[in-house]
């Protein structure tokens, strides 16, 4: 039974890991300009005999747009499954505990303020200062003998403050045109994105993945309950401050570059979950495979249906999002009515 599990784990990692391949290819190869595969792996490798502009194309905007729909899908399915398997709540995902509401806060600042004028990554560095703080505040207030409810709580009262702030910026900015630009950063997008965005969002997402990864064996034995996990050696409070802080370093320069971005720390674990065998230490890798995957079709597609205007990531995620959402919610309505 364990190795038929086991079996079934690793087919379905390998078909996400090949998934995630497939689509980044597709990524590169999606856009208004048709180029062939082998212009594309000529710009990529450097060949001699390719355009400057072909080059420039691949190169500056479709690959940084390709990378960071791989890293932040990631970064938010990986985050998802996590926060899911520490509170034992499937509907749980990385808005939860306030990081995403903060990164958005910080970046709206930025462009409030026109700091972006001044400094070409002022809107980035802010979210994730943004994100930092308020991750900060949510633990503070949780402490270190927090419980789980106490971390739901905390993060629900940040990201609501959060959103009243970025609202209120929004109401009181006095060019309508930085209005304007506030709330299409707010419906999330990696359009215009270069490899400097990369560059200053990968570190951190890197390390907070690394982080969360490293919580697998915790979150195993915390689906026993607390005391049982407590009683097999596993420190609660340093498990839930990694927690936090893998979430913080991820999901913040997630949403610093791209915008808020919606549901995929959501859907991904979700529909992972049966491929697990109930072992949320196996639901972080296919959730991080299977979030790069959702993100990067949800990028292709945002650029195939509507090409000339191209619609907002962050629109598109949350169409899908909020079915499933409600999906989910009838769900747990019938099984508590059985």
């Given amino acids: 039974m364990k190795r038929t599990a086991s079996l079934k784990f690793m087919a379905v990692a390998a078909g996400l890991a090949l998934g995630v391949l497939v689509l980044f290819a597709l990524s590169l190869l999606t856009g208004a300009a048709q180029l062939s595969p082998l212009e594309i792996f000529h710009a990529l490798t450097g060949h001699d005999e390719i355009s400057e502009a072909i080059a420039l194309v691949i190169r500056e905007i479709r690959l940084p747009r390709a990378l960071l729909a791989l890293l ?25 505990i306030g990081v995403s509401g903060g990164a958005a806060l910080g970046a709206v600042i930025a462009l409030y303020f026109g700091l972006a004028s001044h400094f070409a990554y002022a809107v980035p560095v802010c979210g994730i200062i943004g994100g930092f703080l ?76 690394g982080i969360l990864f490293t919580l697998g064996r915790s979150l195993d034995a915390v689906t026993l309950g607390e ?95 909020a079915p499933f959402f409600l999906m989910l919610i009838l769900k747990a309505r019938q099984r508590m009515l059985q």
């Fill in 72 to 96: 932040i899908g990631a970064a938010l399915g990986l985050s998802g499954a996590a926060l899911q398997g520490w509170l034992r709540n499937p509907l749980a995902e990385p808005g939860l």
């Fill in 134 to 209: 308020a991750v900060a505040v949510v633990y503070f207030l949780t402490g270190r003998q927090g419980s789980p409810l106490t971390l739901i709580l905390a993060g629900v009262a940040i990201s609501a403050f959060s959103g009243a702030l970025t609202s209120l910026a929004l109401n009181m900015s006095p060019n309508p045109f930085a209005a304007m630009e506030i709330v299409f950063w707010l419906m999330g997008s990696l359009a215009d994105r270069s490899m400097d965005h990369v560059a200053l969002a990968a570190p951190f997402i890197v390390l907070g993945g």
């Fill in 227 to 321: 005391d049982v996990a407590a009683s097999l050696g596993i420190n609660l409070q340093q498990t839930q401050f990694l927690l936090i802080a893998g979430t913080a370093l991820s999901v913040g320069a997630a949403t610093s570059v791209a915008g808020t971005i919606g549901f995929v720390g959501l859907i991904a674990p979700h529909v992972l979950r049966p491929f697990t065998d109930g072992r949320p230490s196996r639901l972080l890798l296919l959730a991080a495979l299977g979030g790069a995957c959702l993100l990067l079709a949800a990028d292709i597609a945002v650029r195939v249906i509507t090409p000339t205007h191209e619609m907002k990531l962050g629109v598109l995620t949350a169409l899908m999002g």
